[in-house]
């Protein structure tokens, strides 16, 4: 690792897991600030709207900006609004406040109106019902664009690992005939905005994540540098599977160390 001029940190299972900061999480980001390296926190998360996600970092004492946290419905409300396009949601309840202004009451619409309509997919949680997903489905049948807010396999929570929006986007790609757009990790789009946010080049910039593929690999990927971390939902067996330029630490504060010796 060389040239590091700017990062990006993952959030759940980085720096938290459930509502419980990871040991030296606020050190390890305390001695970023005081080396002035530009930060954008980016996440894959489609639970939860960006206000709770800083208001949940906030009450952990991890203080950001509002231009610092790059989010997967962000960059689909921006997807959305260059084409025009209005959502049909197929995502977490709590997540509709980041579409407003773009979303309208799909329950009452026919679904043969797929016009001007985009299938967007998150984390919908119990909300991934039989009649949910025959509802997109129907309406990727009639020609309606896409969007995947992130396609990873599964996270982890306090109790253990759970399936993630990946596996629904998956179905809905195969029983569609179609592939979903995804403007999450590990989107390149999404990497170049943030990295275009942190006023570098991408392969100046780290990607710190727990995540095999979508961070670490999407971020090789896309050009960036990239570290894993075995804390979240890194798995003994991410070891084989990390990208033969990517980096393995034990937590946080082992990337920073990492981090702060290439800057």
């Not at 600030?33 to 996600?53: D, G, H, K, M, Y």
């Not at 119990?126 to 009649?131: P, R, S």
Request: glycine fraction near 12%; charged fraction near 25%.
């Amino acid at each position: 690792m060389t040239g590091i001029r700017g990062v990006l940190l993952d959030l759940d299972g980085v720096l938290y897991v459930g509502n419980d900061l990871l040991p030296g999480a606020r050190e390890a980001l305390a001695r970023l600030r005081e080396r002035r390296l530009p930060v954008q926190f980016v996440t894959n998360s489609t639970r939860r709207p960006r206000r709770a996600i800083q208001a949940g970092l906030s009450a952990m004492g991890l203080n950001l900006g509002d231009d610092e946290l790059v989010t997967p419905a962000r960059a689909a409300c921006t997807w959305l609004g260059e084409r025009r396009l209005s959502p049909h949601l197929l995502i977490h309840p709590d997540l509709r406040e980041d579409f407003n202004g773009l979303s309208s009451p799909d329950a009452e619409e026919p679904v043969d109106r797929p016009a001007n309509r985009a299938v967007v997919v998150g984390d919908a949680g119990e909300g991934f019902t039989y009649e949910a997903l025959n509802r997109a489905f129907r309406l990727l049948m009639e020609g309606a664009p896409f969007l995947a807010l992130a396609k990873n396999r599964y996270f982890r929570e306090v109790d253990g690992l759970s399936l993630d929006a990946g596996p629904f986007v998956a179905a809905l790609e195969f029983a569609g005939g179609v592939t979903a757009e995804v403007v999450g990790k590990p989107a390149p789009g999404f990497f170049h905005a943030a990295v275009t946010a942190l006023g570098c080049e991408p392969a100046e910039a780290v990607m710190v994540g727990d995540d095999v593929e979508a961070d670490v690999g999407g971020a090789i990927a896309a050009g960036l540098q990239g570290i894993l971390v075995e804390t979240g939902k890194f798995r003994v067996e991410d070891r084989a599977r990390l990208h033969r330029h990517g980096v393995l630490v034990r937590d946080i504060g082992a990337a920073i160390d990492r981090i702060l010796a290439a800057a």
